[in-house]
DNA sequence: ATTTGCTTTTCGTATGCTCAAAATGCACAT
DNA sequence: ATGTGCATTTTGAGCATACGAAAAGCAAAT
């Protein structure tokens, strides 16, 4: 009832690596983000510098694609890879299996939110727990530390963040990020991004359309990628790694709350956000700031 | 010539654990900072509470400072232990042994900071390198992790964060430590904690009385008390974390540079310190952030 | 009521080995 | 120049066990 149930699944082979899947996933994104057509040559080092991977993994997730009918070898002469299909409103879902380690990591998430799982655990208390090695254990748990989201205690086990279920740890990380995100506005090198900036836009549009029903998941990475993207073209990195780790807090606590944001409110942020980087756009510093400060203001209420 | 040679000291037994050396340290610094005069009780359990640890540890750090005479058993009829001598002038280092662990963590530290240590690195090239077992790299790497100096790469291999040594990142860190630190001082829910603000002042007080000439170590340890404190009494968790987080990079950046700041400048620093913590004590926030933001900037020309 | 001192239980580290996958190098193609 | 395709090297994950240290429990003491 482990993870070992969730990973031989329907597919050719069922050896497929974490990695490989992530770099499957990130592919699919990118051609999606970056619009991409049918045709667009794929190349493999070029892809595994953007991933920050070597080029083996890279060619393994090209090659599920292949698989999958999502790229195709080039015409006739030339040999490597281009993009098949157009994948505008397709669902990365839909295209790449979820890595079990990645399932595993958000029901820890989900039982930690829910309270089902103590703030302090040990090792030895998720291994029959949740039926993995120590060595998965070790794994996800590094992972939650990297994040920010716990922290190995002195003697024995490990500590979970605080959660930001409580009155007070919600205003508090709303209290930060406004901080933050309007500091990162005033930033005197801040410089937008204009590719960057094209791509949120284009994410938001998508929602705005009706071309993308976002499930929460997909709203959490849309709405994250606004808030990183911004503080990302402050031009300080520590400005982007706060907020960054601020996402993914708020990625645990919305882990819990198992009904979901209204479509309308999604579609009144993303009002919001695109306003915001219009102001941004026009150079206009102030009216962004006001606009950013009252969105944050409005997204606590929530 | 690695690990295995700083063990083995001087000591009756050479199994102390590096959890026993850290409470040992703690009760040495606690009985100084809080300033135990002789003859006060030291309580096991409470110890332990403070440290966030079992009793066991606690235990034997209490054992190994009887050995010493820091601590002695209390008189006659009484069991249990008491502060044995006056810790006012005593250096830390001299009565409790370094872990092995800390030893190496501060030598790749420096190594990664002279630019003697590549930023990416494999657990593979360390283990010859330091001559130690992979056990031991990854508790290392982890540690560094979870100060967020390294991270984990994608496939093989972990990198070290951008040090602060651009001139790029020292002043990106001055900034957002600026931006960080008023906007705590200006926190809705800041309030002063007396016995902290008390220990941060005798621990500058004792510095400009001479009582103690700081090492590079110690000067450091101050120095982050201060800003820490000051962030925490925010009351918002997140930017006491921020601020942390910023103290772990400027040590490692520290540990770099050979030469220490002259005794004057630390004096000058110290004397800033107490005049924005008298700022804050007399409720003074306008003045207290102006101090503050003046000193900030001070301390990047540096 | 809390602390000590001891005992019992639980936890995590260490070790050594195997092997799959990631990284890397090179010849050839465009 | 840069990319592909394949071969080689390097890296780290996985696993099982033993052991020492930390945590937790309890009776006696103040």
Redesign the pocket.
Known sequence: MGIMASVGQDDSRD??????IEVMRGVVELIRDEGWAPGT??????L?RRF??????V??ALGLLTERGIVA?MPA?????QVAVDLRDMDVADIAPSSPLDDLYRRIMRDRASGDLPQDV????LIPRYDI????V??LLMRFAAEGLAQ???????RFADSLDSMDGLRDSYEFRITVECAALRSPRFRINTGQLDSIRRMHRRILDGALQPTGEEWFRVNASFHEGLAAMSGNRFYRDAIHQQNALRRMQEAASFEELSADRIRESCEEHLAVLDAVEAGNMDWAEALLRQHLKQAAEY
């Not at 050896?15 to 490989?20: E, G, V, Y």
């Not at 920050?52 to 993994?57: E, H, I, L, N, T």
């Open positions: 050896d497929i690596t974490p990695l490989q040559r794929l190349s493999v080092p070029d595994a920050g991977v070597s080029r083996s993994p060619t393994v070898a002469p030339h040999r490597g890879l040990s090792e030895a208390e090695s120590r060595g998965v070790r794994k190995r205690q002195p003697g024995h086990g490990w």
